[in-house]
């Protein structure tokens, strides 16, 4: 079963909006990771949360973690254009460090 | 931040032919890097994970004779795509794992078009 589902598929805001996407995931996990993707690049990471935190912030990103309902939120605040891009949520289980990816969400932020 | 060098960035080649793709860490010391494909508008499927000095581990349904990993020391990695056909064309990328962080520092991707 897929580990990580981010929603929306894609999502268009304007310049100066919030943008929220979603990950769910199946099953306990050790930490949940973001990751950002320019078109045919590689990701950067962006935030990692662990299954103990509830809430991380970074810059203008908000991560907020419910263990309890196996999903995790990621807020861009005052979104600019070169936010453009497809976000990923990645799971952590256990201690081999393999990150198991969503199927991402596509941010387009038009100026 | 740490960088990881990947290339080539893309690589065309005819069918019957291998290529190699390396990866490398450019400013840290990575015991364990992990090998992806990603098909476009898709997520990232982990393919094998390497672990340096020993034989890589690769995810059920990727062969290992098609995609063979090396990882001969803490900062490179390779991943050798064996008479690479048509369906192997895809999007090729690496990660590095710093020993103390849970963080992957991924490369810029290669992108593979086999003729």
């Known amino acids: 079963s897929q580990q990580g589902e981010e929603d929306p598929q894609a999502l268009s805001i304007q310049e100066g909006e919030n943008a929220t996407m979603n990950c769910s995931y199946k099953?306990?996990?050790?930490?949940l990771q973001w990751y950002r993707q320019n078109s045919g690049r590689g990701l950067v990471h962006l935030i990692l949360i662990r299954s103990n935190e509830r809430e991380k912030h970074s810059g203008r990103l908000r991560v907020t973690l419910d263990t309890s309902k196996k999903s995790s939120s990621l807020l861009i605040t005052a979104s600019r254009a070169a936010d453009t891009a497809s976000y990923f949520c990645?799971?952590?289980?256990?201690?081999?460090?393999?990150?198991?990816f969503g199927k991402g969400t596509l941010l387009t932020v038009n100026p | 931040g740490a960088v990881v060098s990947q290339h080539p960035s893309w690589v065309i080649c005819k069918s019957g032919t291998s290529v190699k793709i390396e990866c490398r860490s450019l400013?840290?010391?990575?015991?364990?890097m992990f090998w992806y494909r990603q098909f476009p508008k898709q997520s990232l499927m982990l393919m094998a994970t390497s672990n340096e000095g020993s034989k890589a581990t690769y995810e059920q349904g990727v062969e290992k004779d098609k995609f063979l990993i090396n990882h001969a020391s803490l900062t490179l990695s390779t991943l050798t795509v064996t008479s690479a056909h048509p369906e192997d064309s895809s999007f090729y990328i690496c990660?590095?794992?710093?020993?103390?962080?849970?963080?992957?520092?991924f490369g810029a991707g290669t992108r593979l078009s086999v003729l």
């Open positions: 099953t306990s996990i050790n930490n």
């Open positions: 400013d840290f010391q990575a015991t364990t």
């Open positions: 990645a799971t952590v289980r256990g201690s081999n460090y393999k990150l198991t």
């Open positions: 990660s590095a794992r710093m020993t103390s962080e849970n963080i992957q520092y």
